[in-house]
C-alpha cells in the first residue's frame, strides 16, 4: 500500500504565500508522476499542477506564473506545491496524488486526504 500525506494548509491573505507538502510512504518502487488537485465547494476536482519523474511540469491556466510544484527527495517521494500571489479563488481543498509501481510490481494511483487552504482578508 502507498499512502500520501499532506501538510501545510492553512488561512492566509490575498497576495500572500503558502507551501503545502506531501509525503508519500509505504511500498514503493518507483513513482512516475505526483500532481496537485484541487476542489472547491460545489465544483469538480481540478488539477492544479503535476510533475513527472522526468521533471517536466504541468500547471493549470489559473495558476501559471503564480504556482511552483517540486520534490524534495533523490526517491522522488517529497513534493510540495509552493502558491505566491494568492487570490480567493484559490481557496480550496488540496489533494495530493501520487501515480507509480509498488515493491510488488503492481501500479498505485493513491490521494492523500486533503489539506485545506483558505485565501481570504
Known amino acids: 500500500q502507498v499512502q500520501l500525506v499532506e501538510s501545510g494548509g492553512g488561512l492566509v491573505q490575498p497576495g500572500g504565500s503558502l507551501r503545502i507538502s506531501c509525503a508519500a510512504s509505504?511500498?514503493?518502487?518507483?513513482?512516475?508522476?505526483m500532481g496537485w488537485y484541487r476542489q472547491a465547494p460545489g465544483k469538480q476536482r481540478e488539477l492544479v499542477a503535476q510533475?513527472?519523474?522526468?521533471?517536466?511540469?504541468?500547471y493549470a491556466d489559473s495558476v501559471k506564473g503564480r504556482f511552483t510544484i517540486s520534490r524534495n527527495n533523490a526517491r522522488n517521494t517529497v513534493f510540495y506545491l509552493q502558491m505566491n500571489s494568492l487570490k480567493p479563488e484559490d481557496t480550496a481543498v488540496y489533494f495530493c496524488?501520487?501515480?507509480?509501481?509498488?515493491?510488488?510490481?503492481?501500479?498505485?494511483?493513491?490521494w492523500g486526504q486533503g489539506t485545506q487552504v483558505t485565501v481570504s482578508s
Open positions: 496524488n501520487a501515480e507509480g509501481t509498488t515493491t510488488s510490481i503492481t501500479d498505485f494511483n493513491s
Open positions: 509505504g511500498s514503493i518502487f518507483k513513482i512516475y508522476a
Open positions: 510533475i513527472t519523474r522526468a521533471g517536466s511540469t504541468n
